[in-house]
């Protein structure tokens, strides 16, 4: 069995796969040899060198048939997940004969037709595509005269730069790479679950909210973990959402946005009122009610150009002056140097300020919108354990009773 995960995962066959299900469905192998039209000996020799690479036995073998042990119930779920996903993805690609046509289609895909196509996505050319892949250029390009052979669809295309894959075969890839990673999660799932891994978790921070929600809950998150590999990304709404579409992150924290796509999904935690915020001590906060007037002779720090900071900023003062903005930043500790020395003035949320310590709302006489903090991820996910306990630890840190209290005390 190979050491490395990623080699492991390059090992198993699609066709190991369609008899893992086929049998695992059937609690048969002779029924799956029949179905898939293949010798006994032939699956049993498949499945046996699917167990080797996994490590461990994927079915109980009993005089009534083979079923499934509980790493093998891991691994069908996401077997099911993959084959599904490759099929949605043909079928948008709009393959000929349909949905029939694209059930047909995954059964003939093989993993280095697949593999070819994202590894060429991912890194642009031909050649670069054959060197992460450690294969020659002729190899990579018979794969994907193959895979376009299989799909009767042309996906690539000559250029200047070179031959490129489609607007829809790019589409399609991606969502192929998403699909391949369901065999990566249940890799790891198992050897988890045999204490020879480490789980792993992805997350992707926004901006403000997410930063400081992740940060609030992070130790505790590590020290309930033994084995825990804990990779985090920020870049901002737009970015960060792409991001997750595209399986570079498994989770997203942090202000909710208002237009994601059918693909992605948002649990609510919590509404956080923005707030407009000075640092202690600032002329506007003793002042009392504060009107539009007061906050225009102050410089400001605003979110960026299409964030949700921003159009609140420019709601509040849609339809009359609006103060000078030197700064627009989603930094959080150049904010708080800029303000922190300064009468400069921001905009936060509630759940935002309730962790600084220099930083106080400024009362006003104007209503701001209350957007939520919460989580977001791909509609069609599915968590493993190592996620639904982060999930539930951040659940069980942030409630809007919290937020609100504390916005209410602070002001």
């Known amino acids: 069995m190979p050491d490395n995960p990623g080699q492991r995962l390059d090992a198993i066959s699609f066709r190991q796969l369609r008899l893992f299900e086929s049998v695992g469905r059937l609690n048969s192998v002779r029924r799956g040899s029949e179905e898939c039209n293949l010798s006994q000996p ?18 109980e073998r009993r005089a009534s048939g083979s079923y499934l042990t509980p790493p093998g119930d891991i691994l069908y779920a996401r077997v099911i997940r993959m084959f599904k996903q ?27 037709q697949v593999r070819s196509l994202v590894a060429i996505i991912d890194h642009g050319s031909f050649a670069a595509a054959s060197i992460a ?16 052979g299989n799909l009767r669809k042309n996906i690539f295309y000559r250029s200047a730069e070179g031959v490129m894959v489609t607007p829809a075969g790019i589409a399609c890839g991606r969502r192929m790479s998403l699909a391949l990673q369901e065999i990566d999660w249940a890799i790891n799932e198992i050897d988890v679950a045999r204490d020879i891994g480490e789980s792993r978790i992805t997350i992707g921070a926004l901006p403000f909210g997410g930063s400081v929600l992740l940060a609030s809950v992070l130790d505790e998150f590590l020290a309930t973990q033994t084995k825990v590999d804990v990779r985090i990304a920020t870049e901002g ?34 509404e956080t009122p923005y707030e407009v915020v000075g640092r202690r001590g600032h002329p506007l ?39 000078r903005t030197p700064v627009a930043t989603s930094a959080l500790p150049v904010i708080r140097h800029l303000l922190a020395g300064s009468d400069r003035l921001t905009l936060m949320t509630a759940y935002e300020l309730q962790y600084e310590s220099m ?6 006489d104007v209503r701001l919108p209350c957007p939520t903090i919460g989580i977001t991820t791909r509609a069609d996910w599915l968590p493993t354990a190592l996620h639904k306990d982060f999930i539930n630890l951040v659940k069980s840190r942030v409630s809007t009773r919290s937020i609100m209290a504390t916005a209410r005390s602070a002001a």
């Open 42 to 59: 032939a699956v049993t020799q498949a499945l046996a060198k699917l167990e080797q690479l996994i490590g461990i036995d994927l079915f």
């Open 86 to 112: 490759l099929a949605d993805a043909l079928f948008d690609l709009e393959v000929p004969g349909g949905q029939v046509g694209a059930d047909a289609v995954v059964h003939r895909l093989t993993r280095s």
């Open 359 to 364: 930083l106080v709302p400024v009362p006003i």
């Open 133 to 148: 892949l450690q294969i020659t250029e002729a190899s990579l390009q018979r794969a994907a005269r193959d895979l376009e």
């Open 237 to 270: 709404a737009s970015e960060m959402m792409q991001r997750l579409r595209e399986g570079k992150v498994d989770l997203v924290i942090g202000l909710t946005q208002e237009t994601m796509g059918d693909n992605l999904v948002s649990q609510t935690l919590a």
């Open 285 to 323: 906060v003793e002042k009392g009610q504060v009107t539009r007037d007061d906050l225009i002779r102050y410089d400001w720090v605003v979110g960026s150009q299409g964030s949700s900071r921003r159009k609140c900023f420019d709601g509040l003062f849609a339809n009359c002056p609006k103060p």
